[in-house]
């Protein structure tokens, strides 16, 4: 088992860019969590999808900010418009559809923003 | 929604003595505390949890409490290793899915 997948490990953006993040869950994993790192800082949510569903987008920014987990493929994380203030460390996570495993999350290596 | 505190931000012990992380939350429906480990330039690793039904649970030199009554959990390493040293992060659960984190804490074992 490959664990979660993430890519890339690093970007780099100007300001006024677009960013697509991915992450691929771990296998036989439906659940996808996104959250977001600043330096010596927690991870703050910022949403929960399901195969075409997003369940819960509460800590995701009004605007910019988006996210998918198609049928097919990995779940994207998608900002537009870079600003230096979304500089940071974007971390994925997956939890299987297990009932009785709800609520555990395994991380990827997470996707390193810089913009410029 | 859901406050988790963690204390102490840093934590300095000797190699051998035992580290002891502590946690409090607010949500009184919370029935899931994980504890991640991070490496510098990492992923946070899963390393210990504990469901709300048991108080205490211990694996080798880690060990995780649980008072529901008093909201608090805690993470004790024993005989510390200098491959302890990294960032700890204590969660909570929010309902069937979301967990709520800490701060985290910056252990070093000084050799």
């Known amino acids: 088992n490959a664990g979660v997948m993430q890519n890339p490990r690093h970007l780099v953006r100007r300001r006024g860019q677009e960013a697509r993040l991915r992450c691929s869950p771990m296998?036989?994993?439906?659940?996808v969590y996104w959250y977001r790192q600043l330096p010596e800082e927690g991870l703050k949510f910022m949403v929960y999808l399901q195969k075409e569903n997003i369940i819960d987008e509460s800590g995701m920014p009004k605007e910019r900010f988006s996210a998918e987990f198609p049928k097919e493929g990995p779940s994207i994380l998608r900002i537009q418009q870079v600003v230096r203030g979304d500089s940071a460390a974007y971390f994925c996570?997956?939890?299987?559809?297990?009932?009785?495993?709800?609520?555990?999350?395994?991380f990827g290596a997470g996707t390193r923003l810089s913009v410029l | 929604g859901e406050n988790v505190e963690q204390h102490p931000s840093t934590l300095s012990v000797q190699e051998g003595d035992s580290a002891v992380i502590k946690c409090t939350y607010s949500?009184?429906?919370?029935?899931?505390f994980p504890w991640y480990k991070q490496e510098l330039g990492k992923r946070p690793q899963l390393i210990i949890d504990?469901?709300?039904?048991?108080g205490e649970k211990k694996d080798q030199r880690i060990a995780v409490t649980l008072n529901k009554t008093a909201k608090h959990f805690s993470l004790h390493i024993t005989e510390t290793q200098p491959e302890d040293s990294a960032v700890y992060f204590c969660?909570?659960?929010?309902?069937?899915?979301?967990?709520?984190f800490g701060a985290g804490t910056t252990v070093t074992v000084r050799a």
């Open positions: 996570a997956s939890s299987p559809p297990d009932r009785l495993a709800k609520n555990i999350q395994y």
């Open positions: 296998k036989g994993h439906s659940h």
């Open positions: 949500d009184s429906a919370s029935n899931y």
């Open positions: 969660a909570a659960s929010i309902g069937d899915y979301k967990l709520s």
């Open positions: 504990i469901r709300s039904n048991v």
